[in-house]
């Protein structure tokens, strides 16, 4: 079946800029997001791509596409201890079949 | 604004009760979800509804059951719980045949002693 991976942990220092990396296996994903999730709250949705784009930015975010080795970035600029939080990479076919990466557990440093 | 709300945010229950965990949104959205999140394996769908009274197993429904009887109510049901059920379960909408994402609730951590 399809398959979502991410790296379970990142830690930066406060005002760097993180990289949470994500992969996929379904060649046929037409949407791919990217949630966050506080301590103790349900997912947050944050951006989503669609397939036929390369790049999004919105404002400290942005998400690479690169789907000819389905890898996926978030990356988010000046990070701050408020983006502490799990973020989950998840892909769906036209909005069907989520499926969701176990989760990228950013920590950041003051 | 989609709200998703969950019964409960924490539940304690002991091996072998009946537990119900109950799922309401307020946006008309036809599909609904339950997850359950454990820690390094993200999140894991157990089942799905397109519509009420529809339901789908989603990968691992083994242990539960599902009920819609309402277009804004999903109820999850574990006949008899055991420990290997302790986790935090999430509900999610969306609205159907669109390219929308979900809309999750807060969730509920349940323990099984």
């Known amino acids: 079946g399809e398959d979502v991976e991410q790296s379970l942990f990142l830690s930066v220092r406060e005002g760097d800029s993180s990289v949470i990396n994500c992969t996929y296996t379904d060649s046929s994903s037409t949407y791919l997001y990217w949630y966050k999730q506080e301590p103790g709250a349900g997912l947050q949705l944050l951006t989503y791509i669609f397939s036929n784009m390369d790049m999004k930015q919105d404002q400290r975010l942005t998400v690479l596409l690169n789907k000819k080795d389905k890898h996926l970035s978030l990356r988010i600029a000046d990070t701050q201890t408020g983006d502490s939080a799990i973020y989950f990479c998840a892909e769906s076919n036209y909005g069907q079949n989520f499926v969701f990466g176990p989760g990228t557990r950013l920590s950041v440093l003051p | 604004d989609v709200k998703v709300t969950q019964s409960s945010r924490y539940l304690v229950k002991r091996t072998g009760e009946k537990v119900f965990l109950e799922c309401v949104q307020d946006m008309d959205h036809e599909n609904m979800f339950w997850y359950r999140q454990d820690p390094g394996l993200g999140l894991r769908l157990i089942y799905f509804s397109y519509d009420v009274k529809m339901k789908e197993k989603g990968d691992i429904p083994e242990g539960y059951s599902v009920s819609r009887e309402k277009k804004e109510r999903f109820s999850l049901i574990l006949e008899s719980a055991s420990t290997n059920q302790t986790s935090m379960y999430l509900c999610?909408?969306?609205?159907?045949?669109?390219?929308?994402?979900?809309?999750f609730g807060p969730g509920t951590r349940l323990t099984v002693l």
């Open positions: 999610a909408s969306r609205l159907a045949g669109g390219t929308d994402t979900q809309y």
